[in-house]
């Protein structure tokens, strides 16, 4: 089996190059991160084919939120048809290509047209109810949102109708694709793992305070304001709160008029993966209050690390851990609800001890990347012995395969 990657970016793709590539599966990998940040991916560089150059400076800009809507968007929109362009161009003979949404529409039917299967590979919910939940969240803290580009909305669901099969990472996007039509059939879940190589236990939490630990875009989409809430009812004489991630000054000059961001709060910026383990490693809590998020990778990590995690049902975590054994799942949207779990953690130390062993016992045994790699082996092998899409009729917006 030959499997081409195209990805927008890297996010778990890289991971899942890795796996197909140690299977002796991996085409190629098209990816529009520039080639100098790859150099530690463990694949080799005739296999990585790099398209940086409108992609890269996109991500790259720090004022780019200076440049307004309308201009963002336009950019945003070019670097993702000129990636699939490039892909298209340049798509060798495969089985299939997976394609992160966004970026596969031209090169998935390039695909199509040799015969080949085309995976529209999606890491959030499906992006129509994507933007109503941003929509909804940001009128709630009455935080000006311009929403997604209608013209990203239309792309994204001609490349959901047009592949013959859709990956999701979590039970909370598959629910959003069904709530939206797409029949269960062309739905594949397939949760991502952890690199147990870079995240493992390597420090303790202290014995005299409680930290908590928050990682990702310090935003509404991962329900910051919810756990600022939350940290302010947590009744304990030693707590701290840290954020790591990006973070816009102003977010936060919004969250201090709103008096959500106390002294005991700091926000780090970006770290390093290898800081970033010893941060989660001597942390008593990650919380992440997500309203959004296809899969928290952070919440596997956490747990590589002997982390107990509290996580919203919007996170992927229900397909990660139980509730109540290594970790808490709350609803989103419930500072109450954080707060509870929070204050059961610091009240009881041995509980969240035995919460950090068997997230250990958790990761070790079934949420490496091996098991993801080889759950995605599976489903394009299924694949492999379906009609192709483009062979069936397309009287509805989504077709079965």
Known sequence: MNIVLAVNGKFHHFDLAR??????????IFTSYPRFKLHDERIPDTLVHSYPYWHAPYMAFRHRHLLGTRLLWQWELSAKLRFDGYVARRLPDCDALVASSGSGLGSGKVAQQRGSR?????????????????REEHDRWGVHFDGIDPR????????YAQADAI?????FAMDSFLEQGVPATKLHKLP???????????????????????????NLQKGVPYLLEAFLQLRHPNKTLT?????????IAHLAKRRLWPDNVRATGHVSQDELKRWVSRSHVLVLPSVQDGFGLVVAQAMACGCPVVATTNTGAPDLFDDGVEGFIVPPRDSTALADRLQRLADDPDRRGGMAELAL??????????????????????????????????DTVAVSV
């Open 192 to 218: 991502y793992g952890v690199d147990l190589y870079r995240f493992y236990p390597c420090a303790l939490p202290a014995a005299d305070r409680f930290d908590v630990l928050f990682i990702g875009g310090v």
């Open 152 to 159: 990203i909305i239309e792309r994204e669901e001609e490349e």
């Open 118 to 134: 085309y995976v529209c590979d999606r890491g959030s919910a499906h992006i129509r109810v994507q933007d109503r939940i941003l």
């Open 243 to 251: 954020l790591i991630g990006t973070v816009s000054p102003l977010f």
């Open 19 to 28: 796996e197909l590539y140690g299977h002796g599966a991996l085409r190629a």
């Open 361 to 394: 016992v958790r990761t070790r045994h079934i949420m490496g990347w091996s098991a993801y790699g080889r759950a995605a082996l599976a489903v394009y092998r299924t694949l492999m012995g379906t009609p192709p899409a483009r062979y069936l009729h397309r």
């Open 167 to 171: 990956t999701v990472p979590s039970t």
